[in-house]
């Protein structure tokens, strides 16, 4: 049982360029979000999507692109990078309303 | 919006029992959970309160008072091991589908 997979692990950038993280999850979960990790900053969520195409905006959505299309994958598009988007990002998955969410590895992300 | 809040540091020794506050605001929510996150590592989920009272999981309990808007996370015996940093998570919030984090907490056990 694989869980929650993320892909690439490290990424470095320039800016301007455009990448997708990729997020997969093999346990059926209805929900998945997207977080970017910084020094001192905890959590933030990006986007959310509480089932195949229905995804919603986090706290931190600006410059970042999201779709579900089926209930395995939530791919996670910068459009064109910026250094402030130099970040660790995670992808999570879980049944619903904070319980038990298993989060991917991460991706280490430099935008130079 | 929603917002939590958590002291950013704690330090405790080894063998004894430390508590991690977490107060927060929000117009709806679901329930209160913690994760603990180990440097370089990912965050795994450690407790969920979807009602009030102590909910017990080995060394590790939390609690979740609806009424004050504040939980906390209680660990005892505390191992090496334990050193971490602990991040309580509104779910649900808003009533939606999001989980929204705290800042963290970084506990140190020291021998």
């Known amino acids: 049982n694989a869980g929650v997979t993320q892909t690439p692990k490290f990424q470095v950038l320039k800016t301007g360029q455009s990448m997708t993280l990729q997020c997969a999850q093999d346990m059926n979960h209805e929900y998945m979000s997207w977080y970017r990790q910084d020094p001192g900053m905890g959590l933030r969520l990006i986007h959310y999507s509480v089932g195949a195409g229905i995804t919603d905006q986090g706290e931190v959505p600006n410059g970042y692109n999201v779709s579900r299309s089926t209930t395995e994958d939530f791919p996670l598009r910068l459009l064109s990078a910026a250094p402030s988007q130099t970040s660790v990002y995670f992808c999570a998955s879980g049944t619903g309303f904070g319980y038990g969410y298993t989060f991917g590895s991460g991706t280490r992300l430099t935008v130079v | 919006g929603q917002s939590l809040e958590q002291p950013s540091e704690v330090t405790a020794v080894e063998g004894a029992i430390v508590q991690i506050n977490c107060t927060y605001q929000t117009s709806g929510f679901y329930g209160l959970s913690w994760y603990q996150q180990h440097d370089g590592g990912a965050p795994t989920f450690l407790s969920y309160?979807?009602?009030?009272g102590l909910e017990e999981t080995g060394r590790f309990s939390s609690f979740l008072s609806r009424s004050d808007s504040y939980g906390y996370l209680l660990l005892q015996e505390l191992q090496m091991k334990d050193s971490a940093s602990y991040f309580c998570?509104?779910?649900?919030?808003?009533?939606?589908?999001?989980?929204?984090f705290g800042q963290g907490t970084t506990l140190q056990v020291k021998p």
């Open positions: 309160n979807a009602l009030d």
């Open positions: 998570a509104l779910g649900g919030s808003g009533n939606t589908g999001k989980l929204i």
